[in-house]
C-alpha cells in the first residue's frame, strides 16, 4: 500500500454527521490524557479515562462476531482485537479488572498483552487473578520482559510465571527496543536471547518476539541482527496507525518486511495512546476513533492491541471489531488525506520524546528483576 502523504494533501473532507456510537467514542476521549498548555502529552495516564463511556452506553451488536487472523507462521490463530495489558492496572479496582478480563474473553477476545514492568507489576498480578478459573485456558498470553542480560532476563521470566499464576506464557517479546544499541546487547554473549531461548527449550514459553515504539530503523536493525545470528522471531510489535503511514515508519518500512518473513504483525497505538483523539481531523468530526481503529485493523495485522481501563471503553473496542470489514484502498487513501495536513504535528509523542520510554526512567530494568531500584 502506498504511504506518501503527497499523494493525500487534498482538502479536508465534509464533515460527516456522527452515530451515537461514534459521539460517545468521542466525548469520552476528550480528558483522556494530561495535556501541557501547548497541546503535548505531558504523561502517560496513569488513571482511568474520566468522561469514559458507561458500560451501558455502548449496546454491542447481538450477533457480534470476533473476527480471527493467523499469528504469522506461528500455526496460531487470534482475535482481531487485543486487550492491553497497561491499562488493566489502572482499572479502579481489582474486581473491576478481572470484569474487563472476563468480559473481553466472554466475547470473543483471545489475545492479552501485557509487560512484566507494567504499573509496578500490578497489571500482572491482576490479569493473574482474572485468569484464575479456567479463563487462562481460553486465552493466547503475551508479556514482555526488559532485561538485556540473560540473568535479568531470566529471572524477569520466572517473575513473570509466577505473578500471570501460569506454566507456560504463549508469547514472551523483548519490551522497548528503542536504541540502536539493543540489538547487540540482546544477541550478544550471555544477552537476552539467550534466557528467552533456554525457557523455550523448557517448555515455559511458546514463541519470541520483540516490541518498540521509536523507529522503524531501530527495529530493522534487530530484525537484520537476529538473522545474522540464525534467528527468527515469532512476532514483532510497532505502532500502526493513521499518523505513522506519513512517514518512512512502521508501516511503510518494517511491515513489507514482516509480511515477507512470515513472522505476526502486533499493532499497537491505534489512537497514538488517545494523542490522536485531540488531533483536528478527530475533534472536527473529519475522523472517527472508531475509523482509526479500522485503519489499523485493515492493515495485514494479526491482531490490533487497544488500552481499556473501563468497561465502557472495552466495549468500544469490541464494536469496532463486531463492525469490522476490510476498508478498501480508496478508503484508507481518503483517511490518510484527512490527517495529512497534521501528521508532522509532533502527536507521535512515543516516537519524539521519552514519554513512553520506561526502561529509560528505570535503566536498572535492563539489567536486574528489581521492579525498585
Known amino acids: 500500500m502506498a504511504t506518501d502523504s503527497s499523494n493525500y494533501r487534498t482538502k479536508p473532507a465534509p464533515l460527516p454527521s456522527l452515530n451515537r456510537r461514534d459521539f460517545l467514542m468521542l466525548t469520552a476521549a476528550g480528558a483522556a ?7 503535548g502529552a505531558a504523561e502517560v495516564p496513569r488513571k482511568p479515562q474520566p468522561g469514559a463511556p458507561k458500560e451501558s452506553d455502548i449496546r454491542l451488536p447481538p450477533d457480534g462476531k470476533m473476527p480471527t487472523r493467523a499469528l504469522g507462521r506461528t500455526g496460531v490463530s487470534v482475535s482481531l482485537l487485543g486487550v492491553g495489558g497497561f491499562h488493566l492496572g489502572l482499572a479502579e479496582s481489582d ?16 489475545f492479552l498483552d501485557n509487560c512484566w514492568d507494567y504499573n509496578d507489576g500490578e497489571s500482572h498480578r491482576r490479569m493473574g487473578q482474572a485468569l484464575r478459573d479456567g479463563y487462562r485456558k481460553k486465552v493466547f498470553l503475551m508479556t514482555k520482559i526488559d532485561g538485556r542480560t540473560r540473568a535479568a532476563a ?38 537476552a536471547v539467550e534466557a528467552l531461548i533456554a525457557a523455550r ?7 519470541i518476539g520483540f516490541t518498540g515504539h521509536k523507529s522503524a530503523e531501530i527495529h530493522l536493525a534487530m530484525l537484520d541482527k537476529a538473522k545474522a545470528n540464525g534467528f527468527r522471531f515469532d512476532t514483532v510489535q510497532m505502532p500502526l496507525n493513521v499518523m505513522d503511514a506519513h512517514h518512512d515508519g512502521f508501516q511503510k518500512k518494517v511491515l513489507p518486511v514482516l509480511i515477507k518473513e512470515q513472522i505476526g504483525v502486533l499493532g499497537m497505538k491505534p489512537l497514538g495512546s488517545g494523542m490522536f483523539l485531540q488531533s483536528a481531523p478527530v475533534t ?29 471503553i472495552l466495549k468500544q473496542g469490541l464494536d469496532a471489531a463486531y463492525r469490522f470489514t476490510p476498508r478498501s484502498q480508496e478508503w484508507m487513501q481518503r483517511t490518510l488525506a484527512k490527517t495529512s495536513r497534521v501528521a508532522d504535528a509532533g502527536w507521535e509523542k512515543y ?23
Open 33 to 39: 490524557m494530561s495535556w501541557t498548555s501547548n497541546g
Open 95 to 110: 474486581a473491576e479488572a478481572t470484569r474487563i478480563v472476563r468480559t473481553a474473553v466472554d466475547h470473543g477476545v483471545t
Open 154 to 191: 531470566a529471572q524477569q521470566i520466572e517473575q513473570s510465571l509466577r505473578d500471570l499464576e501460569t506454566d507456560v506464557i504463549d508469547l514472551v517479546q523483548i519490551h522497548e527496543v528503542i536504541r540502536m544499541s539493543d540489538p547487540d546487547r540482546v544477541f550478544g554473549p550471555d544477552g
Open 201 to 207: 527449550k523448557a517448555g515455559k514459553i511458546r514463541f
Open 284 to 312: 472536527s468530526g473529519q475522523l472517527t476513533p472508531t475509523d482509526c481503529l479500522h485503519y489499523a485493523m485493515s492493515l495485514p495485522t494479526s491482531v490490533v492491541i487497544t488500552g481499556c481501563d473501563t468497561m465502557g
Open 351 to 373: 516516537k519524539l520524546s521519552d514519554v513512553f520510554d520506561g526502561t529509560a526512567k528505570h535503566p536498572w530494568w535492563l539489567e536486574s528483576a528489581s521492579l525498585k531500584k
